[in-house]
């Protein structure tokens, strides 16, 4: 099956910098790629959806700001949390989805981020 | 907030008890999409359904799509202690076009040996 892989696959920060977290599709092209948040014991919920070469879409409470997302290729998308926070520390998780199977979502296997 | 709600929460089990877990949706649902995580993990893909009142099986596993493709259940059959972690379903619901995956408040299944 299709493969995502995330990067890093866990940070720690301290409170006030930025972090960049990488998705990448390995074995196909992703038109469109999505970023949730979950938090401990919660379900996993949808911060924002990107199509390669245009803005991001963002879901109503995100900050967009805050979360920095770029979807520069077909391979790649990077969530960028800014200014970080310790509320902001959470699993962090991306999903691609390619033309080929349009309803067929491919997750990473996270990132957990922890601010200090 | 959340449109997708799963119960129960939580279930703990006996290993070779049945499991059953209910997915409900205020909306109607384009498919229906069952994950499984296991703790510290992440959302694996298990199976989806598209058709009203679909049944599909994978081994112990037995899922479900309503008639009126607003519910969906997952059950398992004879647990084991690797069916332990915590079962999603999501769909795509037509506030959204249908384009985004929205997930279910989840299970968690704990399973005693």
């Known amino acids: 099956g299709a493969v995502v892989s995330q990067h890093p696959s866990r940070v720690i920060c301290k409170s006030g910098t930025s972090v960049k977290i990488e998705c990448r599709s390995l074995d196909f092209q992703a038109t469109t790629m999505f970023w949730y948040r979950q938090f401990p014991k919660k379900s996993l919920m949808l911060m924002a959806t990107?199509?390669?070469?245009?803005?991001?879409?963002?879901e109503q409470g995100v900050e967009k700001d805050k979360f920095l997302i770029n979807h520069a290729s077909l391979t790649l998308s990077t969530l960028t949390v800014t200014s970080a926070h310790p509320e902001d520390s959470s699993f962090y998780i991306c999903?691609?989805?390619?033309?080929?199977?349009?309803?067929?979502?491919?997750f990473g296997p996270g990132t957990r981020l922890t601010v200090l | 907030g959340q449109q997708v709600m799963q119960i129960p929460q939580y279930q703990h089990v006996q290993e070779g008890e049945d499991f059953t877990t209910y997915c409900n949706s205020s909306?109607?649902?384009?498919?229906i999409q069952w994950y499984k995580q296991r703790p510290g993990g992440h959302p694996v893909f298990l199976i989806q359904l598209v058709k009203s009142g679909e049944v599909k099986k994978q081994k112990r596993l037995t899922f479900q799509f309503g008639e009126a493709k607003k519910n969906s259940s997952l059950h398992i059959t004879a647990t084991q202690t690797t069916d332990v972690g915590t079962y999603f379903c999501a769909g795509r619901t037509p506030n959204t076009g249908f384009q985004k995956l929205v997930f279910g408040t989840g299970t968690r299944l704990l399973v005693s040996p």
């Open positions: 909306t109607t649902l384009s498919n």
């Open positions: 990107s199509n390669e070469g245009s803005k991001a879409t963002y």
């Open positions: 999903s691609a989805r390619g033309t080929g199977a349009p309803d067929t979502q491919y």
